[in-house]
């Protein structure tokens, strides 16, 4: 509820209806919220309200609604605090004793037969459980010593080559005619036998074979890599694609880094020149 509203901010506002005894004092009236001295765009905002009495005294008002509103809620409850410091020194005393808790320490004399089971299966189940931790303990030292008989049985293989880290001897340094021997015996233990009687020319039929494309005209000559002509395609530019291109056609490119340090002729040729703008203008 708000008071001090002005009667002119309330639109089709008749004093003489309002204060006839046929009024009905549930009406709902339409008021301006005039918050600003100067009206804004488009208006002020409008609300909906019942008008419960009007008066030239602001304070006449305010009392009004305070009996409206009738008798107002008491204040906050007192602090916890507040309330343990009423309480009597008894009270303190018998809460804080159900508060503690007490711990019995139970004697197995006093305990009852089922209670006396129950115990003597738990040690039963923590006696398997230590057997089981030995018996793993064991197998575990079997798998080592086993393990360390294969370890010495490669050595033996190698002639007698040992880590230093696992010699129970002091360490010692290997030389790299030592490193040298024991690859040597390495390689001899673990050499795979080659098939006798195939010549190196039948060998290399088992290369792969590049897929080659042809620049320029047809019979040109002038061949690069398939991998090389997708990498030219890929360029940004007709200017980096023929650099590319013509990158490629050397081969190999150590060629060219000599060619352009130490100078003299060029290597390009007409031809080679005239394929690769023949291949740019074709895309």
Not at 166 to 188: G, H, N, R, V, Y
């Amino acid at each position: 509820m708000t008071s001090g509203i002005d009667i002119r901010h309330i639109k089709d506002f008749d004093v003489n209806n309002f204060l006839d005894e046929n009024h009905d004092p549930k009406t709902v009236y339409v008021i301006e919220w005039r918050d600003t001295v100067k009206e804004p765009l488009g208006g002020w905002k409008c609300y909906n309200a019942i008008i419960i009495d009007i008066s030239h005294s602001i304070p006449a008002l305010e009392k009004k609604l305070e009996a409206l509103e009738g008798i107002k809620s008491p204040g906050p409850s007192p602090k916890p605090e507040l309330l343990l410091i009423s309480t009597s020194h008894e009270d303190d005393i018998q809460v804080l004793h159900e508060e503690e808790e007490e711990v019995e320490i139970i004697n197995n004399n006093t305990l009852e037969p089922e209670n006396r089971e129950n115990d003597e299966n738990a040690r039963k189940k923590l006696r398997f459980s230590l057997d089981s931790d030995a018996d793993k303990k064991e197998d575990d030292t079997t798998s080592t010593l086993n393990l360390t008989g294969a370890k010495s049985s490669v050595s033996q293989q190698l002639g007698g080559f040992q880590n230093p880290s696992t010699s129970s001897e002091a360490p010692q340094f290997i030389t790299k005619e030592d490193l040298e021997k024991a690859l040597a015996k390495m390689k001899q233990y673990y050499q795979v036998p080659q098939e006798a009687g195939v010549s190196s020319s039948k060998t290399k039929k088992f290369k792969t074979k590049e897929k080659k494309v042809e620049l320029g005209y047809e019979g040109s000559n002038v061949f690069i890599t398939d991998d090389q002509w997708r990498d030219a395609k890929r360029k940004n530019s007709f200017t980096s694609m023929a650099t590319s291109l013509l990158v490629s056609t050397f081969s190999p490119k150590i060629l060219l880094i000599n060619s352009n340090y130490k100078g003299g002729k060029s290597k390009n040729t007409d031809e080679r020149l005239k394929n690769i703008k023949h291949s740019i203008q074709k895309l």
